[in-house]
């Protein structure tokens, strides 16, 4: 928003250029006065907000000119927007930038009347200043560009907000000289608002050739004020030709439903603390306490930040440690384990699993590591058994993955499988027809998928939800509870005797599927 003209002056007909009356001011030329802002306004010539109490600045009483008291002696006198033409004596530069600042004196004008647009994705904070006794604060985020102002949402009581919004500007053909003006506040319901920090990004790099820029950038003080700042804010910039949507930038979903939680050893500088954890489909979160008891989280981790999980050993355990690198900070390294290291294996399946369905599977847990654990948790511990179905068939379960098909099928297929903890292959079959073979099974911990022959895409992908104990893709619904693998519509039940890995019971169905979608034989 722009200050409101104000009562015109009496000055002395003595008085210098710059503090002459109006009415004696030369056409084209500013005449200042110092003005309370009873909006927030910022400088039209550094872009910076003004700050203070009473009459905070300068603003030219013919055009609105708003400007610092400090900057006010360095704005061009012949500037004015009622005597554009006079810019053509200033260098180019200068006059750019200049006819930026006059283009509009309404922010929604302006973006109506300008060619282009710049989406700005505020994607969120960390590490922010604490300004309330609560030991949070309440950010939103201002951001000035090409003299249009955008707000964000306010998040209440955290550190590391997440705010995904994005914000449009119109913008010239070129972005050259151009910068944004980002202002983080801190919401007060008494008093005024708290200053958390402001910065500058250059767009000037922003072209066709290369319309996108990502980045944390820090939060700096105020010049000359001693404020308490800390943080940095994560931002996506796009410039798109005419008024279309942004190609490249994608906000994120909203925060969903956890898809694992619970307690975690967090490493900390006292040692390792426990500390309640959940991930959703987008975000890890650990917060303050070992229970979740209404606070926000600590530290929110996006999915995307995360560059690569690994494992390290702890107590004589190989993959005791999950360790979050993230691009937060490439020194920074967040460390979680657990008294039990299948529940932390869990953790390390699942956010691995959601970093492939995201298609950041180079940033997930290596394939020796994730090979590993998986056999740990589904090959070894298992010494064997038999599984029965209402389709009248039993398999037969080996403790060195072997699967045999021992009854129901027809006697011409004899069907056998091995299970590796991950994979699932089939080995051979008594006869030489290639059409008997039906495919392979894989499983990251997190997601099942059945591949048949000459297909690089799954034929059958089902997501497994440790919380409800479900396989399911929207259509399939087979839950366990406890010895059985039953289909939720009622077609279809698995009986489990021994030891047998539930993935590979999962895949039992699968493969009767799969001979039903190739008319071979289910049943004597």
């Known amino acids: 928003p722009q200050p409101q003209p104000q009562p015109q002056p009496t000055m002395s007909a003595s008085s210098s250029t710059r503090g002459s009356s109006e009415e004696n001011t030369p056409v084209g030329v500013h005449h200042f006065k110092k003005v309370h802002f009873d909006r927030p306004t910022w400088c039209e010539f550094c872009s910076r907000f003004i700050w203070g109490l009473g009459k905070q600045g300068y603003a030219c009483t013919k055009c609105s000119f708003a400007a610092h008291s400090k900057c006010k002696d360095s704005v061009p006198l012949e500037s004015c927007r009622t005597g554009v033409a006079a810019t053509a004596q200033l260098d180019n530069n200068k006059r750019r930038t200049l006819m930026r600042k006059m283009n509009s004196k309404q922010s929604t004008r302006f973006l109506t009347t300008q060619p282009n647009r710049v989406y700005?994705?505020?994607?969120?904070?960390?590490?922010?200043?604490?300004?309330?006794?609560?030991?949070?604060?309440?950010?939103?985020?201002?951001?000035?560009?090409?003299?249009?102002?955008?707000?964000?949402?306010?998040?209440?009581?955290?550190?590391?907000?997440?705010?995904?919004?994005?914000?449009?500007?119109?913008?010239?053909?070129?972005?050259?000289?151009?910068?944004?003006?980002?202002?983080?506040?801190?919401?007060?319901?008494?008093?005024?608002?708290?200053?958390?920090?402001?910065?500058?990004?250059?767009?000037?790099?922003?072209?066709?050739?290369?319309?996108?820029?990502?980045?944390?950038?820090?939060?700096?003080?105020?010049?000359?004020?001693?404020?308490?700042?800390?943080?940095?804010?994560?931002?996506?910039?796009?410039?798109?030709?005419?008024?279309?949507?942004?190609?490249?930038?994608?906000?994120?979903?909203?925060?969903?439903?956890?898809?694992?939680?619970?307690?975690?050893q967090c490493q900390t500088k006292e040692g390792w603390k426990p500390r309640y954890c959940e991930v959703?489909?987008?975000?890890?979160?650990?917060?303050?306490?070992?229970?979740?008891?209404?606070?926000?989280?600590?530290?929110?981790?996006?999915?995307?930040?995360?560059?690569?999980?690994?494992?390290?050993?702890?107590?004589?355990?190989?993959?005791?440690i999950m360790e979050l690198c993230t691009t937060i900070n490439s020194e920074t390294v967040f460390a979680f384990s657990h008294e039990s290291p299948t529940e932390l294996w869990e953790w390390l399946l699942t956010l691995s699993g959601l970093l492939d369905d995201n298609e950041m599977s180079l940033r997930s847990l290596n394939d020796t590591a994730r090979a590993e654990v998986l056999a740990a948790m589904h090959l070894t511990p298992y010494k064997g058994g038999v599984v029965k179905s209402s389709y009248e068939e039993e398999w037969q379960y080996f403790p060195d993955g072997r699967l045999i098909c021992v009854m129901g099928t027809d006697a011409a297929i004899k069907l056998r499988f091995r299970w590796n903890g991950s994979t699932l292959t089939q080995e051979s079959t008594d006869s030489e027809d290639n059409s008997l073979i039906l495919g392979i099974g894989d499983y990251n911990g997190h997601r099942l998928n059945w591949y048949v022959p000459d297909d690089s895409d799954p034929w059958i992908s089902l997501k497994w939800d440790r919380s409800l104990r479900e396989y399911s893709d929207g259509v399939m619904n087979w839950k366990w509870t406890r010895h059985f693998l039953a289909n939720k519509n009622g077609d279809g039940e698995w009986i489990l005797e021994g030891g047998v890995p539930e993935p590979v019971v999962m895949f039992l169905q699968i493969i009767y599927q799969a001979r039903q979608r190739l008319a071979l034989p289910t049943s004597v």
């Open 120 to 264: 700005v994705h505020v994607i969120g904070g960390r590490d922010l200043a604490i300004k309330d006794k609560t030991g949070y604060s309440d950010p939103y985020c201002i951001v000035n560009l090409v003299n249009q102002k955008r707000k964000t949402n306010t998040l209440m009581q955290t550190l590391f907000p997440r705010w995904n919004q994005l914000l449009t500007f119109g913008v010239p053909d070129s972005l050259e000289g151009q910068s944004l003006f980002l202002i983080c506040m801190d919401f007060d319901q008494v008093g005024s608002d708290d200053f958390m920090g402001e910065f500058n990004v250059d767009l000037s790099k922003l072209t066709l050739e290369n319309p996108f820029m990502e980045g944390w950038y820090k939060l700096e003080p105020r010049a000359e004020k001693d404020d308490e700042v800390s943080g940095d804010i994560h931002l996506q910039i796009e410039f798109v030709l005419g008024d279309g949507d942004p190609k490249i930038i994608k906000p994120l979903a909203p925060s969903s439903e956890p898809v694992i939680s619970g307690i975690l």
């Open 280 to 320: 959703d489909s987008h975000s890890f979160r650990y917060f303050s306490k070992a229970e979740k008891d209404g606070s926000p989280p600590r530290q929110q981790i996006e999915l995307v930040e995360i560059q690569n999980i690994r494992t390290k050993p702890k107590d004589d355990i190989e993959h005791g």
